[in-house]
């Protein structure tokens, strides 16, 4: 889990037929929601089971974490966590592609 350190939340193992509106009305019951973005794939636009849901403040955003992770809905229990900071994912990414770029290289060399 990602500590919470901004009012934007990861929401995962989501239902495939949960929809923005769904999640809004869910998160609106904890606090004031300013966003809600299911991801999908963009060629078939079905969901990808997991969405981002923007807060209006931190304090709300630990509020919604505390009463909804875990909490069963639709049949799933959600994961709600605090959502990485752009900089984090870009820089995880590239600690990811780094040993491949260098194995790609030793083996040109060889």
């Known amino acids: 889990m990602v500590e919470v350190s901004s009012p934007r939340l990861y929401v995962g193992n989501l239902s495939f037929d949960a929809s923005e509106s769904d999640l809004f009305d869910l998160f609106n019951g904890v606090g004031s929601v300013q966003n809600v973005e299911v991801v999908v794939n963009r060629h078939t636009m079905r969901s990808k089971g997991f969405a981002f849901?923007?807060?209006?403040?931190?304090?709300?955003?630990?509020?919604?974490?505390?009463?909804?992770?875990?909490?069963?809905?639709?049949?799933?229990k959600l994961v709600v966590s605090?959502?990485?900071?752009?900089?984090?994912?870009?820089?995880?990414?590239?600690?990811?592609?780094?040993?491949?770029s260098e194995s790609a290289e030793q083996a040109a060399v060889q």
């Open 53 to 76: 849901v923007q807060m209006q403040s931190i304090e709300e955003a630990k509020r919604a974490v505390d009463e909804l992770h875990n909490k069963d809905y639709m049949g799933r």
């Open 82 to 100: 605090g959502a990485k900071a752009l900089e984090e994912r870009r820089s995880e990414r590239a600690e990811q592609t780094e040993p491949a």
